[in-house]
């Protein structure tokens, strides 16, 4: 699935000024809750070379067991995508595992059902274990263990499209059907702990084709 560029960034900064787990368990949410990034253009700003393609390595892999605790919502417009995800991931989500006092287990992702308007997807934080009762709109499920093709994507969230171009041309020329949406995994920070932007094409983002 194809979105613009525009989706890509809002949704991204937002799920990382959130969001900074390491594969391990965590009792709480890092205290890096923040409005969205916006990035001013000046001289400590790392410079991205508009023609240098981003980096993508392409496996055929098990994709990774986890416990998913997501919200389902919509958005008129892909501006809109923005608040509703810093709605979900700082209150909805943010809030209620440190209620729960739950762990965290990996990174945040999201699905987008759709390429237009409107805009339907799930965002959710992996947890190491099921709530014993779970409020209004808040869901869990077990997402992973079995087959996926997954892109290790370097680079900027503008041209993610190419990932998604090299999965599906990967799955036809080895004669593999995906089996469900696909979903991203934000592995890396793309804020460092200087509040500055990283070099894009040190930020990995991994696409996610569950396949037959």
Avoid at 6 to 35: D, W
Wanted: charged share 25%.
């Amino acid at each position: 699935m194809k979105k613009n560029a525009a989706i890509l960034t809002l949704a991204l900064l937002l799920c990382f000024v959130l969001f900074s787990c390491k594969e391990k368990k965590s009792n709480n949410i890092p205290n890096r809750l923040q409005p969205p990034v916006k990035v001013k253009k000046d001289s400590t700003a790392p410079v991205t070379n508009a023609g240098r393609p981003p980096i993508i390595n392409i496996v055929d892999t098990i994709a990774p067991k986890k416990l998913v605790l997501f919200v389902s919502d919509s958005a008129a417009t892909s501006e809109r995508i923005s608040g509703k995800l810093s709605l979900i991931f700082k209150q909805k989500l943010g809030e209620y595992i440190k209620k729960q006092q739950l762990q965290t287990d990996g990174y945040p992702m999201v699905w987008y059902k759709t390429n237009k308007a409107p805009f339907f997807f799930e965002a959710g934080i992996p947890i190491t274990k099921k709530p014993a009762k779970l409020p209004k709109g808040i869901m869990v499920k077990n997402i992973g263990g079995d087959s996926a093709i997954i892109a290790h994507y370097y680079g900027p969230y503008s041209k993610t499209n190419m990932a998604y171009d090299a999965l599906a041309e990967w799955a036809k020329d080895n004669k593999k059907k995906k089996k469900g949406n696909p979903y991203e995994v934000y592995v890396t920070d793309p804020i460092g702990t200087d509040g500055k932007p990283l070099d894009p094409y040190k930020v990995q983002t991994d696409i996610v084709f569950p396949r037959n």
